[in-house]
């Protein structure tokens, strides 16, 4: 991932992979379709996130450039 995407847009995908695995997981445990100590694969989560982060990467960076400096 790291040497297809490079380096600001690495932390991107790492971070959008996160975000994605945590909200489809909590909402399994709320669903009760998991438990706490299920498993879920999170390869999935970072091919969702290496996408993301190759086709709209830089407009978020330039959002949060333009919003935070």
Known sequence: M???LGFPKILIA???AS???SIIGVGL???MKKGFK???PFGPFLI???YSAF???QNFI???LKSFV
């Open 2 to 4: 790291g040497l297809f």
């Open 14 to 16: 790492i971070f959008c």
């Open 19 to 21: 975000l994605i695995g």
């Open 29 to 31: 445990i709320v669903l």
């Open 38 to 40: 299920s498993e879920i």
């Open 48 to 50: 969702i996130g290496t």
């Open 55 to 57: 086709f709209w990467g």
């Open 62 to 64: 330039n959002w949060y």
